[in-house]
């Protein structure tokens, strides 16, 4: 009787630490970008994705910030079709990561970019992605803020310290010719909204 006590006790444990491991891996996937959380430091990024990023932008003007950028192939993102890049931005002051996620429908180089891909392609995508994020998160808010600038449909997820941005369009940000052409889809994790 002692030996059958014990041999449901070893199933029971064995069972509780399959089923702890899976939710913990379940939740870490729900991180638009798995395993990245905002706050995380530059040595921490570099320490998951390399330091052989293939683009860097610091901007001390407007939030003073360095951003880290990383090609990214179609099926890397999502499951998404489209080409892109993921991007690390880190308040330069104190550097810890205030936004990460992805900018996809880009191609050809970051100095002469190329949006290859139509405003159907990118809708479907959108669409895809917009159904993760959802059963992740729940129903995300829809919003109309940025339509005049091309932005096709729009949608944000509130978490407890982080928001979700997540859009798409075709001529994003066209305002007299500013970034004429700019077909692409943003998902972005962000602590500063």
């Known amino acids: 009787m002692k030996k059958s006590t014990m041999e449901n006790l070893i199933i029971l444990m064995s069972a509780l630490t399959l089923l702890t491991g899976c939710n913990e891996k379940k939740e870490q996937d729900k ?8 706050g995380m430091t530059s040595e921490e990024i570099f320490g998951i994705f390399g330091e052989e990023y293939d683009n860097s932008i610091t901007n001390e003007s407007y939030k003073n910030t360095v951003e880290y950028d990383y090609r990214v192939d179609a099926g890397e993102a999502f499951n998404t079709d489209l080409d892109g890049y993921m991007f690390f931005e880190f308040d330069s002051q104190t550097d810890t ?64 310290d982080d928001q979700i941005w997540a859009i798409y369009g075709i001529n ?20 500063e909204f």
């Open 97 to 160: 990561l205030i936004t990460f996620g992805y900018h996809l429908g880009q191609s050809g180089s970051f100095d002469d970019p190329v949006y290859p891909y139509s405003e159907e392609e990118l809708e479907n995508a959108y669409d895809s992605i917009k159904n993760t994020l959802s059963e992740w998160y729940g129903d995300g808010k829809l919003s109309d803020e940025n339509l005049e600038l091309g932005v096709k449909e729009e949608n944000i997820w509130q978490m407890e």
């Open 172 to 191: 994003l940000w066209a305002m007299e010719g500013y970034e004429n052409g700019v077909n692409e889809i943003v998902v972005s994790c962000s602590s």
């Open 31 to 38: 991180s638009i970008i798995s395993g990245i959380k905002t």
